[in-house]
């Protein structure tokens, strides 16, 4: 799909869902800081397989004469293969033309073949300006299916400058609804709603909860830290979703320094901060799913915002986001059977001021905390990186642990300190994920 203005600042994924709490319509839903926990203090873990399949990523496969077209093979399909992302998003465009169709649906099965299944996103088909028409959904799933394991409604048509948009939006979610709940190969694959460029806009949408299984979001931050967004959009989110869950299906971080618009950038080095942190703030609120947006810069222009929203430069090198989120989840990742996570008696004390945490078990019985400063790590107004901050901080177990390893991700995979047979251990928090893996 074209891009769009971006206005304000394996288990299959819908049995993970179910794992994680829904975002509570409303809820306001604000960075802050996190308290010292209290002395021996159980916590209760989520499963880290949860976590890593909660990360999705945006693509544009039939941009054919941008990278995604020109450098599929040597880029494209490459890095995402090596990144361990397993969810992605892209247009269900369907054409009158079968080589298109071959081409774009044939590499979209590539990938689903390598385990990476498809959201995606449906508008009329090639030519039509019919919005209460689904009939051409029966041509995309001869092409597509074995990749695709949600539908989401318009994306944010609101923006689209059609007089009639919010009719077109309620009429189109209904018919793909009817279309895909009657289609026995479909019926049961999640229907995200449509998506808004502006959140204000939700009124003049109404109420489509009727018609979809997830609300979809697309909080921005603008620059900012990761959930400086996220209230607005749920409040109005829920005039269109009602009760059901949310999901975000685009945020993300441009590095277009020379961008002087709306949405303002951030340097390379703060996008590799911010991004694990979205990931991770997202869960921690609810979003079972959140597909950053994108895989890779569509330009090499560091004027236009719109080519410049990638983990990977145009040319195939890699941005510091794209190693701090492969170092992310290779350090978390636990593919494997559903089971039950159990809890930890720990305490955290020190210098706690913003200190997020989010933890985390494997199949293997090892707890993983993960902890971040909720800091700024660029200043917007000056267009300068911070240096990272780090807060001293004391971790202190009920009892003594085995081991505990930390891993800081920004970087590297690679274990950067070992305690052993240790109750309690000291060290700081910076603005990026700091991981512990706690053997009992």
Known sequence: MPPQPKRYPATPFWALLSLVSACAPGTAIEPGETPADPPGIG?????????????????????FQSPYGTGWETIVKPRLLALGVRHVRDAGAVSSNDGWMQTVYGRMNELAASGIRFNLVLKPAEGSTSYSSAT??????????????????????DLSGRSAWATEVRTFQQA????????????????FGPSLGNPGNASSMGDLSGYLEYGALHPYPGGLRPLEAIATHVTYGTRVSGSRPMVVTESGYHTATLWGGEHPPVSEAAMGRYVPRLFLDYFNAGFAKSYLYELVDEGASMSSREQAFGLVRSDGTRKPAYTSLQNLIAVLSDPGPAFTPGSLSLALTGDTTNVRRLLLQKRNGRFFLVLWHDAYS?????????????????????????????????TSSAVKTEWLNKASVGFTVPDSPLVLEISP
Do not use: C, M
């Open 43 to 63: 916590v209760a873990a989520r499963s880290a397989d949860a976590f890593t399949q909660s990360i999705g990523l945006n693509l544009h496969i039939s941009y």
């Open 136 to 157: 051409h959904i029966d041509r995309l799933l001869q092409y597509a299916r074995p990749a695709v394991e949600s539908f989401e409604g318009l994306n944010e048509h």
């Open 176 to 191: 793909i609804w009817s279309k895909l709940k009657g289609n026995s190969s479909t019926a049961g694959l999640p229907i």
């Open 378 to 410: 660029f200043t917007v107004a000056g267009g300068s990186t911070p240096a990272p901050s780090s807060n001293a901080v004391t971790l202190t177990l009920a009892r003594p642990a085995a081991r505990i390893r930390s891993f800081a991700t920004l």
